[in-house]
């Protein structure tokens, strides 16, 4: 997420960067998993990391009054609850 020694470019007005990500993909992924929880939030930097993933983060934003529920659901465990495929119908 965060990168020790990457600078941190200012959010807009009203908004907090929750995370930062290499991947273009996790970036996506967490979006995905704020979003479904009901927390709005924008991708800043993502085009830039398609073009020049190793030299640029995508940074997670939110509202600043959601911040702390999406520090709660970023700091889950992936995986969730995993159903078993028994081979059996």
């Known amino acids: 997420m965060l990168f020790e020694g990457d600078t ?18 996790e970036a996506q992924m967490a ?26 983060r995508v940074s997670l934003q939110v509202r600043e009054d959601d911040e702390a529920p999406a520090r709660e659901l970023l700091a889950q465990p992936a995986g969730g609850d995993l159903i078993e495929d028994t081979g059996e119908e």
């Open 8 to 25: 941190e470019p200012t959010p807009p007005e009203g908004m907090v960067t929750v995370g930062r990500f290499e991947s273009p993909v």
């Open 31 to 56: 979006k995905g998993m704020l979003e479904s929880s009901g927390i709005e939030c924008i991708l800043a930097g993502e085009n830039v990391n398609n073009l020049m993933q190793a030299a640029f």
